[in-house]
């Protein structure tokens, strides 16, 4: 039972512990193989210590084989767990810097913007705002901004609470929803008027600007909480009508 308890300790609970008991008995068995030379079991533990971690400072050497053996022991076991512990450290480091390009982690920000898709607009809107921000986006598989540091990115579909939650929509000020390029008219509207109503239920206070591609959803995404709408067949059509030069 103790051994199935223990083999379910995290790692790094086990690594520790692990070097600890072997600093622990070793400085013990020191003292006790060579009391002349380590005169506490202070000594002794100091001497376990650096043995272990190879710095080996020398003050204390041990002059018996049995205590010669007892280092080489100390430091092959040691070295092996501290060696150990490193790499895990390093492999969590690159665990997690893999998770944040992915966008698996959660974020934790406050009074940010979050601009739910990615396209040529949203990288418009991201490369011209010098505050926080969080794109969600189910289509990419990695952060499309990694080096602009006041940018994060969430996976996942914007309508989802879960996914939202990871975005800290609660400690939100504006949420800015794109068209989904990867959907027809009609379907794209839809999920940008889902993502306002959740939004807006998991933070009634945040500001919602929404695009819609069609004027068919704009009432329903009003009742839903948009504080502003874009329409953009609209927008595109009066821009191009105005370029226009009658003969």
Not at 11 to 28: C, D, E, M, V
Not at 47 to 66: C, Q
Not at 83 to 106: H, K, P
Request: with cysteine; proline share 2%; glycine share 6%.
């Amino acid at each position: 039972m103790i051994i199935q308890h223990i083999s379910r300790l995290p790692k790094w609970i086990f690594l520790i512990s692990a070097l600890l008991f072997l600093i622990f008995s070793g400085g013990i068995l020191a003292f006790i193989i060579e009391p002349q030379t380590f005169k506490t079991v202070g000594d002794g533990w100091w001497w376990a210590l650096v043995t272990i971690s190879t710095l080996g400072y020398g003050d204390l050497v041990p002059a018996s084989a049995e205590g010669r053996i007892l280092a080489a022991a100390l430091l092959v076991i040691g070295a092996g767990l501290l060696s150990s512990y490193f790499f895990m450290f390093a492999a969590l480091i690159l665990r997690s810097q893999q998770s944040v390009r992915e966008g698996a982690a959660a974020v934790s920000k406050s009074d940010h913007i979050i601009v739910v898709g990615w396209n040529a607009r949203a990288y418009y809107i991201l490369s011209r705002l010098d505050e926080d921000a969080i794109i969600i986006d189910q289509s990419l598989s990695t952060h499309p901004m990694y080096d602009q540091k006041q940018v994060d990115f969430i996976k996942g579909t914007a309508y989802q609470s879960s996914v939202l939650q990871k975005a800290c929509v609660e400690k939100a000020k504006e949420i800015i929803i794109t068209a989904d390029q990867h959907l027809n008219e009609e379907a794209a509207d839809t999920h940008t008027v889902l993502t306002i109503l959740t939004a807006k239920q998991m933070n009634p206070s945040i500001r919602c600007v929404a695009e819609l591609i069609s004027t068919q959803l704009k009432e329903q995404a009003i009742s839903a909480g948009a504080d502003s709408i874009v329409l953009t067949k609209r927008v595109i059509g009066e821009a191009l009508l105005s370029q226009h030069q009658p003969n």
